[in-house]
């Protein structure tokens, strides 16, 4: 069973058509994918005044995957930090032991040209997995808040980690590039920050353990210089909450859209979330403009991670090989026109909309 969380924007449009294209990659391997729908986000609080209510949590807690599209918007933005949708996000992260994020950041070949770097750049290729530690930092740290100081007002955002937070995220890096190219980059702020000091210390301490794995360290201002100098140098990247949030949105531009992007949210046990790592584009929303890629690639790493066997792995490379199919017929969203270099009407080189981009991979995974 599936959870499925839309969410706000243009959160259910993607993830209508994460969910058709699920079903058809599970169908092809002779897999029945059963899905629930739950509000979260300003949909639940419309609904229920909590933007997490109690009973979505505990139903998401006894599903085998949760499927979130997005949260938020302009009509939420005025409640209290903890009301707000976002705070659902974070209390569902909280609440299903969540603590690695995987956010793959891969150029595909067909998008080359709508990648902002130059052309012999992207050449050397794009393949970087972001692994952000997902339990703690500033998201959750406290005291966080704001009081009046007598000139005006105090706000404060606490970040702590414990070394075994920063310890078990890392070992999952090591794992990572073990099984990659064997290249790890840790990324820190450990020239100001004491947090980053032990998250340095904590991640050479492991070093020994992973001889196939060669490891540097990087502070995080130069690491977002080394993406777009150098992007074929980094393999996989671990780092904390707010530093691989930020990253991540700069690898989608690398790749040629932020909408491309998905991720999985993975914990010790017990069901992983699985979301592209774009927001609600309220601009977006009810256009049929948004690209469901990210939202369609999530589900594959649904499928791949949610421990349903060897025919769910399957049915996981057949979603990769459908969109990496579609990109080279020629097929784009409106955002993938936007950065591209190719002007459209260009023959082979289609702009669709949202839907259409779905039913296109779901297509091409029946008939494949
Ligand atoms: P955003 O990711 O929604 O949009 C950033 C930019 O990327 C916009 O120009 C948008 O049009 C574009 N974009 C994003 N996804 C796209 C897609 N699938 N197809 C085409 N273009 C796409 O981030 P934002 O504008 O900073 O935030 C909007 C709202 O989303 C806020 O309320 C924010 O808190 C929320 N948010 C939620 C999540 C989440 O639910 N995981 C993530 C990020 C932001
Ligand atoms: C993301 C988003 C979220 C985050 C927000 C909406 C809480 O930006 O998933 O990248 O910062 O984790
Ligand atoms: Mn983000």
Redesign the pocket.
């Known amino acids: 069973m599936v959870a499925v969380l839309p969410?706000d924007?243009?959160g259910p449009e993607?993830t209508a058509q994460a969910v058709k294209v699920l079903e058809a990659a599970a169908a092809r391997e002779g897999l029945t994918v059963r899905c629930r729908h739950l509000p979260v986000?300003g949909a639940a609080i419309e609904e229920t005044g909590e933007p997490l209510p109690d009973e979505v949590l505990r139903a998401c807690r006894q599903v085998d995957a949760v499927l979130?599209g997005?949260?938020?918007?302009p009509r939420w933005?005025g409640l209290p930090a903890e009301r707000r949708?976002?705070s659902g996000?974070l209390a569902l992260r909280q609440g299903l032991g969540l603590w690695a994020n995987l956010r793959p950041v891969k150029l595909y070949p067909a998008l080359a040209g709508a990648s902002p770097l130059r052309g012999d750049l992207v050449a050397r290729g794009v393949d970087i997995m972001v692994v952000r530690e997902l339990s703690g930092g500033l998201y959750y740290g406290k005291p966080s808040g704001r009081w009046a100081d007598g000139s005006g007002y105090l706000a404060v955002d606490t970040m702590w980690y414990q070394s075994r937070q920063i310890e078990r995220v890392a070992r999952l890096a090591f794992d990572l590039a073990a099984g990659r190219t064997g290249r790890l980059t840790s990324v820190d702020k450990a020239n100001v920050l004491s947090t980053s000091r032990l998250w340095r210390e904590t991640v050479e301490n492991l070093r020994a353990e992973y001889p196939g794995v060669a490891v540097e360290h990087m502070y995080v201002d130069a690491a977002a210089m080394e993406m777009v100098l150098r992007p074929w140098r980094l393999d996989v990247l671990v780092t904390e909450n707010t530093f691989g949030d930020i990253l991540s949105d700069l690898g989608g531009a690398l790749v040629g859209?932020?909408?491309l992007l998905p991720s999985a949210s993975l914990g010790d046990e017990g069901p992983g979330l699985f979301?592209?790592?774009?927001?609600?584009?309220?601009?977006?929303a009810g256009q049929d403009?948004?690209?469901?890629l990210?939202a369609i690639l999530s589900a594959a790493l649904l499928l791949r991670y949610c421990g349903a066997g060897e025919r769910a792995v399957r049915a996981a490379l057949r979603i990769e090989a459908a969109v990496g199919g579609v990109l080279e017929a020629g097929y784009r969203?409106p955002?993938l026109e936007e950065t591209g270099s190719r002007p459209a009407g260009t023959a082979g080189y289609r702009v669709v909309g949202t839907a259409a981009m779905g039913d296109l991979v779901a297509e091409a995974i029946r008939e494949g």
């Open positions: 969410g924007g243009i993607v986000g979130l997005a949260v938020g918007g933005d949708p976002e996000l859209s932020l909408g979301e592209p790592v774009h927001g609600s584009a309220p601009a977006l403009r948004a690209n469901p990210g969203t955002d």
